[in-house]
C-alpha cells in the first residue's frame, strides 16, 4: 500500500503533466509541496497570458463524492460559500477545452 504522501506526489506530477500539455499553460510543482510558507499550495500554473495560478491538488480514493454528486452529468459545478467567493469544480479536460482558445489568441 503505498503511503498518502507518495500517492499526493504522484498526483502533482501528474497534474504538473496534464497542464503543460494544454497549449499555452506550463505546471510545475511547488518547492516542498506546501510545507514553506513561501510556496503553501502544491502546484503552480501558467495560463497564455502568463498570469501564475496556484492549485491545492488532493487525492482522494474515492474523489469527491458531495461534488460529483451534485455535478451529475453537468460540465462544471459552480459553489459559493455563505461571504465566500465562487468556485468552480470541473473535470481537467473540459477545463481544457474550455481555455484551448485562449491559446489561439495568443498566436
Same mark, same amino acid.
Given at each position: 500500500? +503505498?503511503? =498518502? +504522501? #507518495?500517492?499526493?506526489?504522484?498526483? *502533482?506530477?501528474?497534474?504538473?503533466?496534464?497542464?503543460?500539455?494544454?497549449?499555452?499553460?506550463?505546471?510545475?510543482? %511547488? =518547492?516542498? #509541496?506546501?510545507?514553506?510558507?513561501?510556496?503553501?499550495?502544491? !502546484? %503552480?500554473?501558467?495560463? =497564455?497570458?502568463?498570469?501564475?495560478?496556484?492549485?491545492?491538488?488532493?487525492?482522494? %480514493?474515492? $474523489?469527491?463524492?458531495?461534488?460529483?454528486?451534485?455535478?451529475?452529468?453537468?460540465?462544471? !459545478?459552480? @459553489?459559493?460559500?455563505?461571504? $465566500? /467567493? =465562487?468556485? @468552480?469544480?470541473?473535470?481537467?479536460?473540459?477545463?481544457?477545452? !474550455?481555455?484551448?482558445?485562449?491559446? /489561439?489568441? *495568443?498566436?
Amino acid at each position: 500500500m +503505498k503511503s =498518502p +504522501k #507518495s500517492k499526493g506526489m504522484k498526483f *502533482e506530477r501528474k497534474l504538473a503533466k496534464l497542464f503543460s500539455a494544454i497549449p499555452g499553460w506550463t505546471g510545475r510543482r %511547488q =518547492p516542498g #509541496s506546501g510545507i514553506y510558507d513561501h510556496f503553501p499550495h502544491d !502546484l %503552480q500554473i501558467t495560463d =497564455p497570458l502568463d498570469r501564475p495560478w496556484i492549485v491545492e491538488a488532493k487525492k482522494w %480514493q474515492h $474523489g469527491w463524492r458531495t461534488g460529483d454528486k451534485a455535478k451529475g452529468t453537468a460540465n462544471m !459545478l459552480v @459553489i459559493e460559500r455563505d461571504f $465566500g /467567493e =465562487p468556485c @468552480i469544480y470541473m473535470s481537467l479536460a473540459d477545463f481544457a477545452v !474550455l481555455v484551448a482558445p485562449l491559446a /489561439e489568441v *495568443e498566436k
